[in-house]
C-alpha cells in the first residue's frame, strides 16, 4: 500500500508562488500514476494536474495550465507541483493521489490520498 504524505503549503500572495511536494512511501513508486487535486472551502474536490510514471505524460485542469507545473523525481520517490502566478482562487487544499494507470482526472479513479496541504492566497 502507498503513503502519500504532501508539503509545501502555506500563505502566499496574489502573483506569488509555491511548490509543493508529494512523498511516497510503501509502494513501487513508478507503477503509478501521480496527480494533485484540490478542495476549496465547501466545494468540490477538482482535479489539478497529474502525471505518469515515467515523467512524459501530463495533463492538467483548465484553470491552472500555463501557470502550474507538475514534474516527479522517481529517485526520490516524489512529485512536485510548482504553481505560479496565484490567484485567491487558487485558495484550496491541495491533495497528491495515486492511480495505477492512465491520466484521469476522476478523484474514483484514485487509489490512495495524501492528507492535503493547505495553500492560501491573500489578495
Known amino acids: 500500500q502507498v503513503q502519500l504524505v504532501e508539503s509545501g503549503g502555506g500563505l502566499v500572495q496574489a502573483g506569488g508562488s509555491l511548490r509543493l511536494s508529494c512523498a511516497a512511501s510503501?509502494?513501487?513508486?513508478?507503477?503509478?500514476?501521480i496527480g494533485w487535486f484540490r478542495q476549496p472551502p465547501g466545494k468540490e474536490r477538482d482535479f489539478v494536474a497529474v502525471i505518469t510514471w515515467g515523467g512524459r505524460g501530463t495533463s492538467y485542469g483548465d484553470s491552472v495550465k500555463g501557470r502550474f507545473a507538475i514534474s516527479r523525481d522517481n529517485a526520490k520517490n516524489t512529485v512536485y507541483l510548482q504553481m505560479n502566478s496565484l490567484k485567491p482562487e487558487d485558495t484550496a487544499v491541495y491533495y497528491c493521489?495515486?492511480?495505477?494507470?492512465?491520466?484521469?482526472?476522476?478523484?474514483?479513479?484514485?487509489?490512495?490520498w495524501g492528507q492535503g496541504t493547505q495553500v492560501t492566497v491573500s489578495s
Open positions: 510503501g509502494g513501487t513508486f513508478t507503477n503509478y500514476v
Open positions: 493521489a495515486a492511480a495505477p494507470a492512465g491520466l484521469s482526472s476522476l478523484p474514483r479513479d484514485y487509489h490512495y
